[in-house]
C-alpha cells in the first residue's frame, strides 16, 4: 500500500502563500485519483481538492481561486500551492488517494498575524 508524506506547513500571515508537498512511497501514476484534505481544530476532515489523471480538478468552494494542486507522476510527489491565505485555513492538512485510503501525519498550516 502507498504511504504518504506531507510537508511544507507553516506559520504564515494572512495574505502569505505556502506550498505543500506530498510524496508517495511509491508510483502515484496509477492512482486515478489523487487529494488535499484538512482538519481544523473541532472540525471534521474535508476534502479541500481533487486532482485526477486527466488533469481535471475540483475544489472546496472556499478555496477556488487561491488553492491550486497538481501532481508530478515522474516524482510521485502531489502538491498544493495555497495564496491569499486566511486565518479560516488554518489546519492539519492532508494528501491521500480520493476516496481516501489511510492517513499520514499531515503538515500544520497556520494563518496568523
Known amino acids: 500500500q502507498v504511504q504518504f508524506v506531507e510537508s511544507g506547513g507553516g506559520l504564515v500571515q494572512p495574505g502569505g502563500s505556502l506550498r505543500l508537498s506530498c510524496a508517495a512511497s511509491?508510483?502515484?501514476?496509477?492512482?486515478?485519483?489523487m487529494a488535499w484534505y484538512r482538519q481544523a481544530p473541532g472540525k471534521q476532515r474535508e476534502l479541500v481538492a481533487v486532482?485526477?489523471?486527466?488533469?481535471?480538478?475540483n475544489y472546496l468552494d472556499s478555496v477556488k481561486g487561491r488553492f491550486t494542486i497538481s501532481r508530478d507522476n515522474a516524482k510521485n510527489t502531489v502538491y498544493l500551492q495555497m495564496n491569499s491565505l486566511k486565518p479560516e485555513d488554518t489546519a492539519v492538512y492532508y494528501c491521500?488517494?480520493?476516496?481516501?485510503?489511510?492517513w499520514g501525519q499531515g503538515t500544520q498550516v497556520t494563518v496568523s498575524s
Open positions: 511509491g508510483s502515484i501514476s496509477s492512482i486515478y485519483a
Open positions: 491521500s488517494k480520493s476516496p481516501p485510503e489511510g
Open positions: 486532482i485526477r489523471n486527466d488533469g481535471t480538478t
